[in-house]
Protein backbone atom coordinates (compact mmCIF):
# COMPACT_ATOMS: atom_id res chain seq x y z
CA UNK A 1 0.00 0.00 0.00
CA UNK A 2 1.05 3.31 -0.75
CA UNK A 3 2.71 5.47 1.96
CA UNK A 4 2.46 8.75 -0.04
CA UNK A 5 0.85 11.63 2.08
CA UNK A 6 -0.26 15.03 1.21
CA UNK A 7 -0.22 17.42 3.52
CA UNK A 8 -2.39 20.26 2.58
CA UNK A 9 -0.52 23.57 4.57
CA UNK A 10 2.62 21.73 5.35
CA UNK A 11 4.66 25.12 6.13
CA UNK A 12 2.39 25.79 8.73
CA UNK A 13 2.87 25.94 12.39
CA UNK A 14 1.59 22.25 13.00
CA UNK A 15 2.28 21.34 9.35
CA UNK A 16 6.11 22.13 9.80
CA UNK A 17 6.39 19.69 12.75
CA UNK A 18 4.43 17.32 11.35
CA UNK A 19 6.18 16.89 8.34
CA UNK A 20 9.17 15.48 10.33
CA UNK A 21 7.05 13.30 12.22
CA UNK A 22 5.67 11.49 8.75
CA UNK A 23 8.80 11.33 7.55
CA UNK A 24 10.70 9.73 10.58
CA UNK A 25 7.55 7.65 10.62
CA UNK A 26 8.47 5.96 7.15
CA UNK A 27 5.71 8.03 5.28
CA UNK A 28 6.80 9.99 1.82
CA UNK A 29 5.54 13.34 2.33
CA UNK A 30 4.21 15.19 -0.56
CA UNK A 31 3.63 18.88 1.44
CA UNK A 32 1.69 22.22 0.02
CA UNK A 33 2.24 25.26 -0.24
CA UNK A 34 1.32 28.88 -2.11
CA UNK A 35 4.59 29.97 -2.80
CA UNK A 36 7.57 28.77 -4.84
CA UNK A 37 9.75 30.49 -2.44
CA UNK A 38 9.13 28.10 0.62
CA UNK A 39 9.59 24.89 -1.96
CA UNK A 40 13.20 24.58 -0.61
CA UNK A 41 12.24 24.74 3.09
CA UNK A 42 9.63 22.24 2.58
CA UNK A 43 12.96 19.79 0.88
CA UNK A 44 14.77 20.70 4.30
CA UNK A 45 11.93 19.18 6.22
CA UNK A 46 11.96 16.16 4.22
CA UNK A 47 9.02 16.86 2.22
CA UNK A 48 8.49 16.73 -1.51
CA UNK A 49 7.02 20.17 -1.93
CA UNK A 50 3.37 20.83 -4.06
CA UNK A 51 3.14 24.36 -5.10
CA UNK A 52 -0.19 24.56 -5.98
CA UNK A 53 -3.51 27.07 -4.15
CA UNK A 54 -5.96 25.08 -2.38
CA UNK A 55 -8.57 27.40 -4.40
CA UNK A 56 -7.25 26.11 -7.92
CA UNK A 57 -9.16 23.00 -7.91
CA UNK A 58 -8.20 21.54 -11.54
CA UNK A 59 -4.00 21.96 -10.40
CA UNK A 60 -5.19 20.44 -7.03
CA UNK A 61 -6.50 17.44 -8.69
CA UNK A 62 -3.87 17.41 -11.03
CA UNK A 63 -1.19 17.32 -8.35
CA UNK A 64 -3.27 14.70 -6.51
CA UNK A 65 -3.97 12.25 -9.19
CA UNK A 66 -0.34 12.23 -10.17
CA UNK A 67 0.94 11.78 -6.27
CA UNK A 68 -1.80 9.02 -5.69
CA UNK A 69 -1.80 9.19 -2.10
CA UNK A 70 -3.02 7.17 0.71
CA UNK A 71 -4.33 9.84 2.47
CA UNK A 72 -4.71 13.55 2.72
CA UNK A 73 -4.11 15.97 6.14
CA UNK A 74 -5.63 19.01 5.65
CA UNK A 75 -3.60 21.54 8.07
CA UNK A 76 -4.49 24.65 5.90
CA UNK A 77 -5.19 28.08 7.65
CA UNK A 78 -5.16 31.61 6.82
CA UNK A 79 -4.20 33.37 10.29
CA UNK A 80 -1.66 36.24 10.60
CA UNK A 81 1.36 35.11 12.70
CA UNK A 82 0.61 35.39 16.55
CA UNK A 83 -3.08 36.03 15.82
CA UNK A 84 -2.35 39.34 15.30
CA UNK A 85 -5.71 41.34 16.71
CA UNK A 86 -5.09 43.84 13.91
CA UNK A 87 -5.31 41.62 11.48
CA UNK A 88 -7.89 39.08 13.02
CA UNK A 89 -11.36 40.53 11.17
CA UNK A 90 -10.00 40.29 7.60
CA UNK A 91 -8.56 36.62 8.50
CA UNK A 92 -11.26 35.08 9.84
CA UNK A 93 -13.32 35.62 6.85
CA UNK A 94 -10.19 34.40 4.60
CA UNK A 95 -9.92 31.02 6.80
CA UNK A 96 -13.54 30.34 6.52
CA UNK A 97 -12.54 30.26 2.83
CA UNK A 98 -10.34 27.68 3.46
CA UNK A 99 -12.74 25.70 5.32
CA UNK A 100 -15.66 25.76 2.84
CA UNK A 101 -14.17 26.10 -0.32
CA UNK A 102 -10.72 25.04 0.36
CA UNK A 103 -11.84 21.52 1.99
CA UNK A 104 -14.37 20.87 -1.11
CA UNK A 105 -11.24 21.20 -3.34
CA UNK A 106 -9.31 19.16 -1.29
CA UNK A 107 -12.17 16.40 -0.97
CA UNK A 108 -13.12 16.94 -5.24
CA UNK A 109 -9.40 16.20 -5.28
CA UNK A 110 -8.91 13.09 -3.58
CA UNK A 111 -12.02 11.58 -5.51
CA UNK A 112 -9.95 12.42 -8.36
CA UNK A 113 -7.17 10.40 -7.38
CA UNK A 114 -8.80 7.37 -5.88
CA UNK A 115 -7.87 8.60 -2.57
CA UNK A 116 -10.26 7.82 0.76
CA UNK A 117 -8.62 8.91 4.10
CA UNK A 118 -8.38 12.23 5.44
CA UNK A 119 -7.38 13.53 8.40
CA UNK A 120 -8.48 17.18 9.29
CA UNK A 121 -8.38 20.29 11.84
CA UNK A 122 -10.59 22.18 13.37
CA UNK A 123 -11.33 24.07 16.63
CA UNK A 124 -12.24 22.75 20.31
CA UNK A 125 -13.50 26.04 20.89
CA UNK A 126 -16.54 25.88 18.34
CA UNK A 127 -19.08 24.72 21.10
CA UNK A 128 -22.59 25.75 21.68
CA UNK A 129 -22.97 26.59 25.24
CA UNK A 130 -23.71 24.35 27.51
CA UNK A 131 -23.01 22.28 30.62
CA UNK A 132 -18.77 21.79 30.42
CA UNK A 133 -16.15 20.09 30.05
CA UNK A 134 -17.54 19.24 26.13
CA UNK A 135 -17.54 16.12 24.48
CA UNK A 136 -17.53 16.09 20.86
CA UNK A 137 -21.66 14.88 20.38
CA UNK A 138 -21.97 18.27 21.46
CA UNK A 139 -23.55 20.53 19.55
CA UNK A 140 -22.20 23.50 17.43
CA UNK A 141 -22.76 27.16 18.12
CA UNK A 142 -24.40 27.82 15.23
CA UNK A 143 -26.66 30.51 16.53
CA UNK A 144 -23.34 32.60 16.97
CA UNK A 145 -23.17 36.51 15.51
CA UNK A 146 -20.34 38.04 14.26
CA UNK A 147 -17.00 37.11 13.91
CA UNK A 148 -18.13 33.87 15.32
CA UNK A 149 -20.69 32.89 13.05
CA UNK A 150 -18.11 33.37 10.33
CA UNK A 151 -15.70 30.79 12.05
CA UNK A 152 -18.14 28.26 13.39
CA UNK A 153 -19.60 28.48 9.55
CA UNK A 154 -16.48 27.82 8.43
CA UNK A 155 -16.17 24.75 10.27
CA UNK A 156 -19.35 22.93 10.57
CA UNK A 157 -18.30 23.45 6.62
CA UNK A 158 -15.14 21.50 6.67
CA UNK A 159 -16.58 18.56 9.07
CA UNK A 160 -19.32 18.22 7.26
CA UNK A 161 -18.05 17.69 3.52
CA UNK A 162 -15.19 15.17 5.95
CA UNK A 163 -17.40 13.51 7.84
CA UNK A 164 -20.52 13.13 5.25
CA UNK A 165 -18.97 12.48 1.84
CA UNK A 166 -19.61 9.30 0.33
CA UNK A 167 -16.67 7.00 -0.50
CA UNK A 168 -14.39 9.88 2.43
CA UNK A 169 -13.33 8.40 5.61
CA UNK A 170 -12.86 11.28 7.43
CA UNK A 171 -11.36 11.94 10.78
CA UNK A 172 -11.18 15.41 12.42
CA UNK A 173 -8.98 17.08 14.81
CA UNK A 174 -10.62 19.65 17.10
CA UNK A 175 -7.65 21.44 18.61
CA UNK A 176 -7.05 23.88 21.21
CA UNK A 177 -5.69 27.13 21.60
CA UNK A 178 -2.21 26.42 19.91
CA UNK A 179 0.91 27.54 22.24
CA UNK A 180 4.49 26.92 21.33
CA UNK A 181 6.89 27.80 18.07
CA UNK A 182 5.59 29.81 15.72
CA UNK A 183 2.13 30.40 17.01
CA UNK A 184 2.68 33.69 19.42
CA UNK A 185 3.22 32.49 22.61
CA UNK A 186 5.08 29.70 24.48
CA UNK A 187 2.88 29.97 27.26
CA UNK A 188 -0.18 27.97 27.57
CA UNK A 189 -3.79 30.16 26.80
CA UNK A 190 -6.76 29.94 26.21
CA UNK A 191 -9.80 27.86 27.67
CA UNK A 192 -8.16 24.70 25.96
CA UNK A 193 -4.17 24.85 25.47
CA UNK A 194 -2.33 22.87 23.41
CA UNK A 195 1.45 22.36 22.44
CA UNK A 196 1.87 22.65 18.83
CA UNK A 197 3.90 19.29 18.57
CA UNK A 198 1.62 17.46 20.44
CA UNK A 199 -1.20 18.76 17.77
CA UNK A 200 1.10 17.20 15.29
CA UNK A 201 1.13 14.01 17.14
CA UNK A 202 -2.71 13.77 17.52
CA UNK A 203 -2.43 13.91 13.19
CA UNK A 204 0.36 10.67 12.97
CA UNK A 205 -1.56 8.96 15.28
CA UNK A 206 -5.08 9.40 13.22
CA UNK A 207 -3.00 8.57 10.33
CA UNK A 208 -1.75 5.38 11.44
CA UNK A 209 -4.84 4.42 13.00
CA UNK A 210 -6.55 5.20 10.00
CA UNK A 211 -9.36 6.31 12.18
CA UNK A 212 -12.90 8.16 11.48
CA UNK A 213 -14.97 10.36 13.42
CA UNK A 214 -14.62 13.69 15.63
CA UNK A 215 -11.85 13.85 18.75
CA UNK A 216 -11.05 16.55 20.69
CA UNK A 217 -7.34 17.71 21.08
CA UNK A 218 -6.39 19.31 24.50
CA UNK A 219 -4.77 19.65 27.54
CA UNK A 220 -6.58 19.23 30.42
CA UNK A 221 -8.98 21.88 31.29
CA UNK A 222 -12.62 22.55 32.45
CA UNK A 223 -13.61 23.30 28.62
CA UNK A 224 -13.00 20.32 26.74
CA UNK A 225 -12.61 16.86 27.72
CA UNK A 226 -9.70 15.07 25.07
CA UNK A 227 -10.66 11.74 27.01
CA UNK A 228 -11.68 10.18 23.51
CA UNK A 229 -8.54 10.90 22.00
CA UNK A 230 -6.35 9.19 25.04
CA UNK A 231 -8.80 6.26 24.20
CA UNK A 232 -8.86 5.80 21.21
CA UNK A 233 -5.47 7.28 19.44
CA UNK A 234 -3.32 7.04 22.62
CA UNK A 235 -2.86 10.81 22.46
CA UNK A 236 -1.52 12.22 25.57
CA UNK A 237 0.02 16.08 25.68
CA UNK A 238 3.26 14.62 26.71
CA UNK A 239 4.06 13.28 23.52
CA UNK A 240 5.52 16.63 22.39
CA UNK A 241 8.16 16.21 24.96
CA UNK A 242 9.44 12.73 22.97
CA UNK A 243 9.81 15.31 20.00
CA UNK A 244 12.06 17.68 21.93
CA UNK A 245 14.04 14.65 23.39
CA UNK A 246 14.56 13.46 19.69
CA UNK A 247 15.57 16.71 17.75
CA UNK A 248 18.52 17.84 20.86
Not at 54 to 60: N, Q
Not at 128 to 135: G, I, Q
Not at 224 to 240: D, F, H, I, M, Q
Amino acid sequence: MSKNIFLAGATGVIGSTLVKLLVDDGYTVFGSTRREDRADYLRALGAEPVVVDVFDREKLCDALIQIKPSAVVHQLTDLPRGLDPAQMAAAIARNARVRTEGTGNLIAAMLESGCESIVAQSIAWAYAPATKPYEEDAELDINAEGLRQVSVGGIVALEQQVLHTPQIHGAVLRYGHLYGPGTGTDQPSGASPLHVVAAAYAALLALRLNVRGVFNVAEENAEVTSEKARRVLGWVPELRLSHALSVQ
